[in-house]
């Protein structure tokens, strides 16, 4: 059986080789946030019912073994973000080995604050919107040093400073935390990562047509093949232009409400709006 299993993921590392280069090197850019089992219990919620969740329920309880769910990031479909049931525990990576950032250029505290919320509309933890808003706003000050003298960072650096989380940290928030002040702690070898992650991984990324949530379309006039006209958008407005695979194609500013766009079907992100451009 053992050897069954291992050419499984020998022949699963050369499939997804074209994508990863090397799944297993521990080098690359990410973090993890780690709650007391008690603290912060975690769930499934209704993150198995998105297309572009993999929900992996795993009974054999063992460390090794993922149980949880698993997607590519909302925000920056480069970075993967595994929520782990058993341990309460987030954990966010480039596919991208030796990536010291986002290939996107998204901030770690960025993509951490979006999908922890994005894990409370889910269900995920039995907390409210606003207390969930107001506990990782915290922890992200906490993660970028908070009063801890290995960072330097004095509270007045808080949430809107422009520093961000660094990349090889590992955060353990429990009760405590809310009367002391906790301290992430580097990660040994690297960024945190599931094993055999890539394995894990669902097909569907958030971008993809299937999932999109396409809002104002009589908005939106096609002027020549790949040529399109909103109406109704800020000038100066920026935007990102996706494939239908979540691939970012192009990036830049709107000008008088026109975006051209390298190939259709695409995806046009733009003003909190993702619309389908074919």
Not at 64 to 87: L, P
Request: proline content about 4%; glycine content about 6%.
């Amino acid at each position: 059986m053992k050897k069954v299993f291992t050419l499984f993921i020998l022949l699963a590392t050369g499939l997804f080789a074209v994508e990863f280069e090397n799944p297993t090197t521990p080098l690359r850019f990410g973090t993890q946030l780690v709650f007391g089992p008690s603290y912060l219990p975690f769930q499934f919620g209704n993150a198995c019912s998105k297309d572009f969740v993999n929900c992996v329920k795993d009974s054999t309880s063992s460390y090794d073994n993922f149980n949880g769910i698993a997607y590519y990031s909302t925000i920056d479909t480069n970075i993967v973000v595994f929520a782990s049931v058993e341990y309460s525990k987030i954990t966010l990576f480039s596919i991208y080995p030796f990536s010291l950032s986002s290939p996107m250029g998204t901030s770690l505290k960025d993509l951490l604050r979006t999908e922890f919320m994005n894990l409370q509309e889910w269900g995920v933890f039995d907390i409210s919107k606003d207390s969930a808003s107001t506990l990782i706003d915290r922890i992200i000050f906490e993660m970028q040093g908070g009063e801890c003298k290995w960072n330097g960072i004095d509270d007045t650096s808080y949430i809107n400073a422009n520093i961000d989380i660094f990349d090889a940290i590992s955060f353990h928030h429990d009760e405590y935390c809310d009367t002391v002040e906790c301290c992430g702690e580097p990660i040994d070898g690297g960024a945190a990562m599931v094993d055999y992650w890539w394995t894990l991984l669902p097909d569907e990324k958030p971008t993809s047509i299937s999932m999109v949530q396409i809002k104002n379309r009589a908005r939106l006039s096609q002027l020549e093949q790949r040529k399109f006209f909103i109406d109704g958008i800020k000038e100066a407005l920026p935007y990102k232009v996706f494939d239908v695979n979540g691939i970012l194609l192009k990036q830049g500013i709107i000008q008088n409400g026109i975006v051209q766009v390298p190939k259709t079907p695409a995806i046009l992100d733009i003003g909190h709006q993702k619309i389908l451009l074919k």
